[in-house]
């Protein structure tokens, strides 16, 4: 039998791949816990929901910054395995999220959007579960990661569960769900020096980062 490719079951096999705890203490998602921690920094509460937690780790690290983290994902093994790590999680689809408005501080989303078929269906809801005044970290991969390949597929009518989502249209996404940009920053690709790095204008800079790290506020209601 097939296996859809939007399912959880279809995520089941990574758990052990993402269970590598070096992938959150070196390297870029290590810079997202750092961009969070300097971005939630306003007053009020510490409540987090990380949406497309897998197993956990960057879960748990929120928790060990001091925040109150609860994740979610759409993997049944990736949901036992982040209860084992003793972090709070549960299973959904996200669609909708499980979750009264305005229940959190914060929202932490680390490569999920690209992932999903209706990017700007899941940002209106990671933004309706958003407290007025509190905000969104939202990442997702640049292009010239290893799933833009497999993602080629779709061209030639085969299916995969990559929808391509580039770092402009993510920043559009957000705006058009009624959220202010405050800022961004990426992990740079190594195939560009850091001094030409830094010359660049925000658009080009994010095709040149292995991932691309928007910061967003929600002021009052959605639009």
């Known amino acids: ?3 859809d490719v939007y399912s959880g079951a279809w995520w089941d096999e990574f758990s052990v791949f993402f269970s590598n705890e070096d992938l959150w203490d070196n390297g870029s998602r290590s810079l997202l816990l750092k961009y969070f921690a300097k971005f939630a920094v306003r007053d009020g509460g510490r409540r987090v929901l990380d949406v497309g937690c897998g197993p956990g780790i960057g879960t748990k690290r929120l928790n060990e ?13 990736m949901v036992e395995s982040a209860k084992a790590r003793q972090v709070e999680a549960y299973l959904s689809d996200c669609d909708p ?8 501080d914060y929202v932490f989303c680390c490569t999920v959007v690209e992932w999903v078929r209706n990017p700007y269906g899941m940002i209106r809801e990671m933004a309706r579960v958003i407290k007025p005044g509190g ?6 991969l640049g292009p010239g990661n290893l799933p833009h390949e497999d993602a080629l597929k779709r061209l030639r009518g085969e299916p995969t569960n990559y929808n391509m989502l580039m770092p402009v249209e993510l920043h559009r996404l957000l705006l058009d769900c009624g959220l202010k940009i405050r800022s961004m920053t990426g992990a740079r690709s190594r195939h560009i ?11 080009t800079k994010s095709y040149c ?10 002021e009052g209601s959605l639009l």
């Open 209 to 218: 980062s292995n991932l691309w790290i928007i910061g967003a506020d929600k």
């Open 97 to 104: 999220i499980p979750e009264e408005d305005g229940t959190f």
């Open 135 to 140: 905000g969104m970290v939202i990442a997702c």
């Open 193 to 203: 020096s850091q001094e030409t790095y830094a010359k660049l204008d925000w658009i």
């Open 1 to 3: 039998m097939t296996v």
């Open 65 to 77: 910054m001091g925040f109150r983290a609860t994740g979610v994902d759409i993997s049944p093994a």
